[in-house]
């Protein structure tokens, strides 16, 4: 399964870092490419500040659900 992740700060690189683990893609998003991208994840530029940034993010994904 892809999941994305949006920033890549403590909690994202733990977030990808268990879904790695556990066989599962992080698609993570966020303004900059990080230095330390851990295996089996990808990045997709994003900016949170831009509304359609990321829903673009999440359009890569297989399949993806919006939160109201």
Known sequence: MQVA???YGAVGRETAKILGERGDMAVLGQRRPPDDLGVGARFIATDV???????????TLESFRLSP
């Open 5 to 7: 992740v949006i920033g």
């Open 49 to 59: 500040l831009d509304r359609e940034s990321p829903i673009v993010c999440a359009e």
